[in-house]
């Protein structure tokens, strides 16, 4: 009898659900990661509008999908619809990575671990003085996932006032890392106390030219900034931070990261960083340098 040939079974599912699906760039950085380490598996990319959502995961549940990404709308209205959550998710109370575990749909949030995983690259966070600004989603799943890691303290720096506090009472509530509250009107001056300073807004995303109101001056040598926006990766914020003689974090290691974390929790194998940042700043058109 002829030998069986992987194609001969189905492949394992994962994939991912938003609604504006088209063109989402982690298709061909996960795919390119499923190549390169000649898994059988697929990941499928698929438009969901929020009232199919329901039906759209019990659909994943009977077609055995392993797992699957969620974006934008589906991050927080998916939860009621999981059987558990891990800390962080939890914690951050939205979910951009379910894994099935022993049948069971568990909800993770790899946003910031993914930043997290991108900037022990260049310093261990545990125990530093960190200023954040931004409160949103991406900022929110950053924070916590530092304070989890043990950061010392984060300040975070916020034009709106109510969503800034929610966060730093997530902080407060959740985890053992001091918190405190900025509200961002003009140029904010960095401590020179501060270790990293990230940008967790969507300034810069789309346009190299917008500017972080930050003051220039109290950027320096020894301080670590670091970028969420990872289009284009090289954003005027951290153009500035280089200048200054910071070492500069771009964020598309961090979406590369959240999604080798997605990788592991699905298939059990470490992919190859270097293939996923290739294949991601190819579909983005950008620089992988
Ligand atoms: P949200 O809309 O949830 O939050 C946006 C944040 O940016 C808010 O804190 C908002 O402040 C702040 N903000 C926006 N414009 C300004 C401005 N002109 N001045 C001051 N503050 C401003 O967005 P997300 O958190 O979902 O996304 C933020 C960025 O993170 C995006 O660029 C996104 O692409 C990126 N991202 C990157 C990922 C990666 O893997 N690299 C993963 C996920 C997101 P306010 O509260 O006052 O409105």
Redesign the pocket.
Known sequence: MAEAHAADFCPALVGSMSQGAAGNPTVAMVEAAFRHHDLHWRYVNMEVAPADLPAAVAGARALGFRGFNLSMPHKVTVIPLLDGLGESARLIGAVNCVVRRDGRLVGENT?GQ?FLASLRERIDPRGREIVL???????RAVAVELALAGAGRITVV???RA??AELVEVLRGGTSTAADLVE?HGDFTVPPTADVVIN????G?YDAEARV?VERASLRPGLVVAD???SPPETRFLREARAAGATAID??G??VN?GVIGVRHWTGCDPDVPTMRRALADALGVSSA
Do not use: E, K, Y
């Not at 600004?133 to 900022?139: D, H, L, P, Y």
């Not at 967790?200 to 300034?203: A, E, F, L, Q, W």
């Open positions: 946003d993914g600004f931004g409160a949103g989603g991406a900022a916020n034009r709106s969503r800034g961002w967790g807004t969507s300034i995303l109101p969420v926006v990872f964020g598309l961090m979406l959240q």
